[in-house]
T-cell receptor
Framework: EAGVVQSPRYKIIEKKQPVAFWCNPI?????LYWYLQNLGQGPELLIR????????DSQLPKDRFSAERLKGVDSTLKIQPAELGDSAVYLCASSFGTGGTDTQYFGPGTRLTVL | QKEVEQNSGPLSVPEGAIASLNCTYSDRVSQSFFWYRQYSGKSPELIMS????GDKEDGRFTAQLNKASQYVSLLIRDSQPSDSATYLCAVNKNNAGNMLTFGGGTRLMVKP
């Protein structure tokens, strides 16, 4: 079974430029998560989707970040414009359901560097 | 106070020893607890989950949960150099969907 797929794996951009990350969850997983992980810290949830619906986006900086999950499968996370402080690893995860015991499986992440 | 706290380490143990990793959480309504292992430059990988007070064993790993003390730990027996990684504690409150709050992680170094 294929795991969570993310692309690109690495991205280097200059500040004020836009950037987008793509995630394909594990087949059949209805719940998709975007996390941000700074160096030396644990992942922090940005947004959670149940099918196409964003059910928790309270931690998403909406002035510059946006996300979508069309057709309840793939998802895209966008930053426009990027700032120096956005340099981090962006992780996508998926789970079969929304129960507290449903395991979240993480993708390899996209490492963003903003110059 | 952070919701989930871990000692950042590094925790250094000799090969073959028991590594003990600790985590405390602040919200008493938390119901599910997870330990993820993250190798440098890689994504987190689930190694243990625990939902009830007491111990849960899986191979060389034992998770321990004490809800009264708001404390969860991970023991790794017969530590191997390949266990060297950052171990992330994650807590799910369950009353708000499948939302994990992670600690900052403890870096474990197992020396041959």
């Amino acid at each position: 079974e294929a795991g969570v797929v993310q692309s690109p794996r690495y991205k280097i951009i200059e500040k004020k430029q836009p950037v987008a990350f793509w995630c394909n969850p594990i087949s059949g997983h209805n719940t998709l998560y975007w996390y941000l992980q700074n160096l030396g810290q644990g992942p922090e949830l940005l947004i959670r989707y149940e099918n196409e619906e964003a059910v928790d986006d309270s931690q998403l900086p909406k002035d510059r970040f946006s996300a979508e999950r069309l057709k309840g499968v793939d998802s895209t996370l966008k930053i426009q414009p990027a700032e120096l402080g956005d340099s981090a690893v962006y992780l996508c995860a998926s789970s079969f359901g929304t129960g507290g015991t449903d395991t979240q499986y993480f993708g390899p992440g996209t490492r963003l560097t903003v110059l | 106070q952070k919701e989930v706290e871990q000692n950042s380490g590094p925790l250094s143990v000799p090969e073959g020893a028991i590594a003990s990793l600790n985590c405390t959480y602040s919200d008493r309504v938390s119901q599910s607890f997870f330990w993820y292992r993250q190798y440098s430059g890689k994504s987190p990988e689930l190694i243990m989950s625990i939902y009830s007070n007491g111990d849960k064993e899986d191979g060389r790993f034992t998770a321990q949960l004490n809800k009264a003390s708001q404390y969860v730990s991970l023991l790794i027996r017969d530590s191997q150099p390949s266990d060297s990684a950052t171990y992330l504690c994650a807590v799910n409150k369950n009353n708000a969907g499948n939302m994990l709050t992670f600690g900052g992680g403890t870096r474990l170094m197992v020396k041959p």
